[in-house]
């Protein structure tokens, strides 16, 4: 150590913020092993006796054997009693990077070298070329499924969440069942029998973590990976990327008025037995699909012996008239797999949705799931159990109905008022998101970087299409924000816009 490099660069270690909260032994134990790793040390190199380190560094000498010690119990160091210390011959170039040389004095510090990429699975490529999801962790305009969370029951829900403790004690802290508790299956079944018009048990229920995750257990316990899928277009960019993560070969479905195309399914050669729709509020364009079409659907299934995965997003948030009941109940043939999401009616920081399966689905997807990360949390589930039981989440839904309708209508008179020569709002009849289309000569790509300049991020809509719209346009979130906000954001984006 008598060079003054190595120990001035041990100084800085061991004075590293980073380290403030570990004792002194164990500051001074990392800063060598730091030194050791980094090749500043070399393999053989004698380390100078604990007394004259402990002098240098101002430091007791049993702070520096007590570093010594655990270094030699970690292998790093070799202790030759009447010969000294010195850095492990095991740690050779191969690990260090360093050229291998012995000597008494510190190496040179290496030059780092130029990373090679990560070494990926075609897999793993493919997600790394396609990103990931951002889900918006803060209240910000326009983001879209993202709920009123300021006005959630927290105290209620606290209470409850101490009461489910105390009942079920030590028995929450162990593993649940991968298919969730049975008070909240037969809550979930309860409720979408009343309210959804669904056919539901709670032994067909199964509780995820989210929408997302149930996506990605269907399309690997559905589909093989290089098959095809039925997906509508435009269509929910999180299924798209769960089914590509899956390397299914995705079949846009057109969507129009009524829904998705049911006479493109019949005319269909790709060979495709499972397709994904959003029928009772699409996503993104908001239509509801068509009685007769859910018929076509369910009788198209039972045809090819295949599958509808029926994702029921919002449809508890519908302010014209009552929401179409939803296919599941429809499906006199079993053949439809139903997903549910407590991240929208609740909060998403919950975590928490759920399947309705047909029986001979449920057990492939209990082990699926068991494989994948076992079970949802205990406590949040009996938690949530309690919630339903007491008539607090229907009373929330209904109390946050009202809340979005006031911010729909609010929405669509600011974009009026301000934007009428930008876009045209298409005021959906339920949901969290306000479609807007742009006038002819507008460039989606253009607007989207006009309002970053002023803090705004526009979810664009040509990114929900398989193939380009002939018109761009934005996906405006309203129900995370007030009636004030969205005026003042409208405004800001205006004139970002103008």
């Known amino acids: ?125 493919d997600l790394l070329a396609g990103g990931g999801v951002c889900d918006q962790q803060v209240v910000k305009a326009f983001a879209t499924g993202l709920p009123e969370t300021r006005t959630f029951p927290m105290a209620v ?18 593993h ?23 056919k539901a048990t709670a032994d067909q229920v199964l509780v995820l973590t989210s929408t997302r ?53 019949r005319v269909d050669r790709s060979g495709a037995n499972t397709i994904y729709v959003t029928p009772s509020h699409q996503y993104p364009t908001g239509v509801t699909m068509a009685l007769e079409r859910r018929l076509e659907l369910t009788a198209w299934a039972a045809q090819r012996q295949g599958w509808i995965i029926e994702d029921d997003y919002d449809s508890q948030f519908h302010y014209e008239g009552l929401p179409t009941a939803c296919v599941q109940g429809l499906d006199t043939f079993q053949r439809t797999i139903y997903l549910g999401t407590f991240s929208k009616s609740l909060y998403p920081g919950l975590r928490m949705g759920y399947m309705v399966l047909p029986h ?26 309690r919630f339903m039981e007491a008539g607090h989440f229907g009373a929330h839904i209904r109390s946050m109905r009202k809340i979005y309708a006031a911010r729909r209508e609010a929405m669509a008179h600011a974009v009026q008022r301000h934007l009428s020569g930008i876009v045209t709002a298409h005021l959906p009849p339920g949901g969290l998101q306000m479609p807007c289309l742009l006038t002819e000569g507008r460039s989606e790509l253009d607007t989207i970087r006009q309002a970053a ?13 398989a193939r380009p719209p002939s018109r761009g346009g934005w996906l405006l979130g309203f129900a995370a924000l007030t009636p004030h906000e969205i005026e003042t954001a409208i405004q800001r984006l205006a004139e970002a816009l103008a």
């Open 1 to 125: 150590m008598a060079r003054n490099l190595a120990l001035d660069t041990l100084k800085i270690h061991i004075a590293d913020p980073r380290l403030a909260s570990l004792e002194l032994r164990v500051r001074v134990q990392r800063a060598l092993r730091q030194l050791i790793l980094d090749g500043m040390l070399a393999p053989g190199y004698r380390l100078p006796a604990t007394r004259t380190l402990s002098q240098s560094l101002g430091l007791s000498r049993d702070t520096v054997e007590t570093a010594y010690a655990q270094l030699q119990l970690d292998g790093y160091i070799q202790r030759r009693k009447g010969s000294g210390s010195f850095v492990s011959d095991k740690i050779g170039p191969s690990l260090l990077g360093t050229r291998g040389r012995k000597s008494n004095l510190p190496a040179a510090p290496l030059r780092p070298r130029a990373r090679a990429p990560a070494a990926l699975s075609s897999r793993g490529a």
């Open 360 to 385: 001979e689905l449920v057990k492939p997807m209990s082990h699926a799931r068991s494989i994948l990360d076992g079970h949802t949390p205990q406590i949040a589930q009996l938690t949530l159990a």
């Open 453 to 465: 300049r002023v803090g705004i991020e526009l979810p664009g809509l040509s990114r929900l299409y």
């Open 176 to 198: 649940g069942d991968p298919q969730g508790a049975e008070p909240l299956r037969q809550a979930i079944a309860d409720y979408l029998n009343l309210e959804r018009g669904a």
């Open 157 to 174: 829900w606290e209470r409850l969440q101490r009461q489910a403790s105390k009942d079920h004690r030590a028995s929450v802290l162990l």
């Open 213 to 265: 995750q149930a996506l990605f257990m269907c399309a690997q316990v559905l589909v093989d990976a290089g098959q095809p899928i039925l997906m509508e277009d435009p269509g929910y960019f999180g299924a798209r990327k769960a089914f590509e993560m899956a390397q299914l070969q995705i079949v846009p479905v057109p969507v129009d008025e009524k829904g998705v195309r049911t006479d493109r399914l």
